[in-house]
Nanobody
């Protein structure tokens, strides 16, 4: 059974850093687009960053210059390095990946940034 599991969330002070990881398990033949999304209380889920198979990245404007998405397909793992965190970055962060041609979501990991 293919699944995604995020880790790395927690409480961090404003201005601090956090690195999220997303590991895919199961029989993985192909890994396509990978993305990180977030959902704050009372808000819709939004795209934070995506990375294509060739490494092309895309970021929401609010995190450009602060967050970096990366992938290590040999380890079936994706990362989101978050620097200069702000209280408005507080949310549940979800990993999304196209595995074996099908889209999967992780269960989410909470990131809380205190002011």
């Amino acid at each position: 059974q293919v699944q995604l599991v995020e880790s790395g969330g927690g409480l961090v002070q404003a201005g601090g850093s956090r690195k999220l990881s997303c590991v895919a398990s199961g029989t993985i033949v192909t890994i396509g687009l990978i993305g990180w999304y977030r959902q704050a209380p009372g808000k819709q889920r939004e795209m934070v960053a995506t990375i294509g198979y060739g490494g092309r990245t895309n970021y929401v404007d609010s995190v450009k210059g602060r967050f970096t998405i990366s992938r290590d397909d040999a380890k079936n793992t994706a990362y989101l390095q978050m620097n200069s965190l702000k209280p408005e970055d507080t949310a549940v962060y979800y990993c999304y990946a196209v595995l074996n041609g099908r889209g999967y979501w992780g269960q989410g990991t909470q990131v809380t940034v205190s002011s």
